[in-house]
C-alpha cells in the first residue's frame, strides 16, 4: 500500500528492517535519510518507530518491563507488512 505510492523510499519492510539500528545510529547515513525519508511519508512506520522508543526506554528503566501489548502490537505489525508486501 504505503510502499507502492512512495515507491522511490524504502518499503515498509526496508524501513522496519532498519529502523532498530536507525534508532541505535548505527545505519550509514544514506539508510538513515531513507528510512527518515520513509517516516516523514507513513504514519505506520511512524508509530512504529514510537513503539520502538517505547521498548528503548522501558529497556532503559530497570524497574519498568516491556509491556507484552507492545510486543505484540509490534509482531502483529510486522507480519501485516510481510503479508501486504508479499501480495503486491
Ligand atoms: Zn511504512
Redesign the pocket.
Given at each position: 500500500m504505503?510502499g507502492k505510492i512512495f515507491s522511490r523510499n524504502y518499503?515498509?519492510s526496508d524501513?522496519l528492517e532498519h529502523l532498530q539500528s536507525y534508532l541505535d545510529g548505527e545505519t550509514d547515513s544514506k539508510t538513515a535519510r531513507k528510512v527518515a525519508a520513509?517516516l516523514a511519508d507513513?504514519p505506520?512506520?511512524t508509530d512504529e518507530l514510537s513503539l520502538y522508543q517505547q521498548i528503548k526506554v522501558s529497556l532503559r528503566a530497570p524497574k519498568v518491563e516491556v509491556d507484552p501489548q507492545v510486543l505484540q502490537a509490534l509482531n502483529d505489525f510486522g507480519r501485516r507488512v510481510a503479508q501486504s508486501d508479499a501480495q503486491s
Open positions: 504505503f518499503s515498509c524501513t520513509h507513513c505506520n512506520c
